[in-house]
Structure formats: structure tokens, C-alpha cells
């Protein structure tokens, strides 16, 4: 009986290593875990941050001896917010470092030019940075997302505004990418949805930062709503633009890519009164509480600067990809990775999120927090 059970043993941890060898990323000791972010462009504010949450659970996990005997690797290649550079970037780690799973990829057109490389492969994308509504686009079995979408996000803050507010027409300022022309799309969506008219839209450059023109022009449509799907200076530029004009009535709604504390904390009050719709609550606004308080000293102690929003979501992003690998056991597969994916059930306290998945439901959380800028910081005004 003794020789029977360490053979079965033996064979155990044969079939285990085979698993691993036929897994592209795995080995005994490793799994290999990519990103294709924005390190340098326009939206570097929210890809550096949550580059750097993602690898403090990772040391935490590793430090703790790894998942399943694994130590993780994280590989990031930047993509500077362009797609050529996108695309070079997860060739690279598809076919040179042979991640086993994408993480936090930042960009809607990125990541859906991307899905055309990793779908045929069966390679999860996790948590990416983009509440589109593509990230869950078919195939859906591989892509989970953290998250309430672009789209859910301007229903929910367009018509709280229309209804604490009283307005009757509501504007559009966006780059017309796939992330902009889906804020665009609601916008409009929800005008008609309410009875409202959509009084007028402009389109914009991603490097564009001279918005007089296209102010003057939405003024003059009496717009009372404008929701904003731009860079986070450009967002910064276009409210104080308003201010300077003198146009101080309307409101401006930025969606999750635009909830930042450096938008909140521009020097002399100049987003004070610009609204968000997001899919979480402000870190700083639940600092005193125990784990965003353990998270923001960690962070600080680890990087030398204060933590921000999407430090943590890089951070719980990376944590969910840590429970999934404990609960896909020691066999790791892509096939074991995603059904293990579909069973998580829990309270991610670092987001003060539900985060809960299963075979037909591959977003996390669904809530919109309604948030506003006041004295330098965000406020929750409303969670839907």
C-alpha cells in the first residue's frame, strides 16, 4: 500500500508538471503575468499607479513563497497610448515571454486590437484599464472585467444630474476613439432616454490642449451637461478653460478614466464642482478606515509617494488574479485558471467592492458612484 501511494503521489506531480509544460506561461516554480499599459502618454497618471499596486500584491504574494509553490512575474511593456506600440508590445510578451494571462492592459482601442491576439491563444485578460463595454465582447470566456462600464456610468450620472440640476440639454466633448464613442453614445442615449436634447458634441486630438473653440461652441448651444471622454490634462484644461471664460453654470461629467486625485487636487480650486461616474468610491475619502489605511502606508513605504485610486485598483486587480491561481489548485491551466475565475465570491475591502463572478456574469462589481470635487478632494455624493 505504501509503494501504491507514492507511486500515485509520483504520478500526481508528473500529471501537475505536464499541465504546466503544455501551459503557455507556467512552470513548477513560475507563472508569467503581462500588461500592456500607458507609461508615458496621456494617460501614464492611471497606468504608472496601477502598474505599481499590481506589483506590491504580487511581492506580497511571492514574499508568502508564491501560489501553489509559483512565484509570480509581472512583465509590463509601455504603449505610450498608441496602438503600434500596443501591439508590439503584446507580440512581445505573447511570443517572447509567454505570459500566461494579460492584466490591466490600459486603453479601449489597445485592448481590442489586442484581443486579436490573444483570443485564438485562450489567453485571459483581466481587469483591464477600460470600462468599455468591448472588453466583454465575444468570445467572452477569457476577458473579465472589474467594474461598471463607460456606458452604465454616464446613464447613471447624466440623469442624476438632469434630475438635481434641471437640464434640458446635455453635450459631448470626446476623442474619438472606441472609449470616446462609447461615452458619446450614452450621452446621447441617455438625452433621449430623458426627454433631454443633445444639444451639440466636439471631437478632439489626443494631444489637443486649446479648447476655446470648442467651448464658445457648446456655450452657445446652452449646454447644461457636458460629459467628457478626453485625456486626464486635457479634462483638467477644458473646466478651467470654462472658468476663465466665465461659463460657470454647466456641469461637467467625467466618467472612471477621468477619477483621479491629481484631477482633484489641481492648485487653486480650478475642477472644483467637476463630477465623476465611476465604479468605486475615492481612496483618500476612506483613508482613515483600517485597509485603504494599511494600503496607502504600504504603498508609500514601497514607492516614496502617496498612493492614488488606481494604485488600488492595480492593486485589487491583482489580487483577484491571486485568488483565482489559489483556487485554480497546483494543475494550472488556462482551463482551470477561468473556472476558478467564475467562482469568486467576496468583499475586496481595499475598494469597498462585491466582487463576485460566475459562468454568465464576468464583471466584478456593478455599482456607479457619483462623486464631485470639493476642497481639493472627491466626494460621494450618490452610489447607484
Known amino acids: 500500500m505504501k509503494h501504491l501511494t507514492t507511486a500515485l503521489a509520483v504520478g500526481a506531480v508528473a500529471l501537475a508538471s505536464q499541465v504546466a509544460a503544455d501551459t ?13 499599459n500607458d507609461l508615458s502618454g496621456i494617460f501614464a497618471a492611471v497606468g504608472v499607479p496601477a502598474v505599481n499596486g499590481a506589483n506590491l500584491r504580487f511581492e506580497e504574494a511571492n514574499s508568502a513563497g508564491g501560489v501553489h509553490g509559483r512565484q509570480i512575474r509581472f512583465v509590463v511593456e509601455d504603449n505610450g497610448y498608441q496602438i503600434p506600440r500596443a501591439m508590439q508590445g503584446y507580440n512581445k510578451l505573447l511570443n517572447r515571454d509567454k505570459v500566461f494571462a494579460m492584466l490591466l492592459s490600459l486603453g479601449t482601442p489597445m485592448n481590442t486590437a489586442g484581443f486579436k491576439l490573444l483570443d485564438p491563444k485562450g489567453i485571459p485578460n483581466i481587469g483591464p484599464l477600460s470600462a468599455a463595454r468591448q472588453m466583454l465582447q465575444e468570445p467572452m470566456g477569457n476577458k473579465f472585467i472589474g467594474f461598471s462600464s463607460y456606458y452604465d456610468q454616464v446613464q447613471v450620472g447624466v440623469t442624476y444630474l438632469a434630475e438635481e440640476f434641471g437640464a434640458q440639454e446635455v453635450c459631448a466633448m470626446y476623442i474619438p476613439s472606441d472609449f470616446g464613442k462609447e461615452i458619446a453614445e450614452s450621452t446621447a442615449d441617455a438625452a433621449d432616454t430623458l426627454g433631454l436634447t443633445m444639444a451639440g458634441e466636439t471631437t478632439h486630438k489626443p494631444d489637443e490642449l486649446d479648447f476655446v473653440g470648442s467651448l464658445t461652441k457648446l456655450k452657445a448651444a446652452e449646454c447644461d451637461i457636458i460629459t467628457m471622454a478626453l485625456g486626464v490634462r486635457q479634462g483638467i484644461t477644458v473646466v478651467g478653460t470654462a472658468k476663465k471664460l466665465g461659463w460657470t453654470d454647466v456641469k461637467f461629467l467625467n466618467t472612471s478614466a477621468g477619477f483621479l486625485e491629481p484631477v482633484a487636487q489641481v492648485p487653486g480650486g480650478v475642477t472644483e464642482g467637476l463630477y465623476a461616474a465611476a465604479g468605486w468610491r475615492d481612496l483618500y475619502e476612506r483613508a482613515a478606515d483600517p485597509v485603504p489605511a494599511k494600503f496607502i502606508a504600504d504603498y508609500k513605504a514601497k514607492f516614496d509617494q502617496p498612493a492614488s485610486g488606481f494604485a488600488m485598483l492595480g492593486y485589487s486587480a491583482a489580487d483577484t488574479v491571486v485568488r483565482a491561481l489559489e483556487a485554480a489548485g497546483p494543475d494550472l491551466s488556462h482551463e482551470s485558471f477561468l473556472a476558478a475565475m467564475e467562482t469568486l465570491d467576496y468583499m475586496d475591502d481595499v475598494t469597498d467592492s ?6 454568465d456574469d464576468h464583471r466584478g462589481a456593478d455599482e456607479v458612484v457619483i462623486s464631485v470635487v470639493e476642497n481639493g478632494g472627491w466626494k460621494t455624493l450618490v452610489v447607484k
Open 24 to 36: 503557455q506561461g507556467v512552470s513548477d516554480s513560475e507563472v508569467v503575468i503581462g500588461s500592456v
Open 354 to 359: 462585491r466582487i463576485t463572478y460566475g459562468p
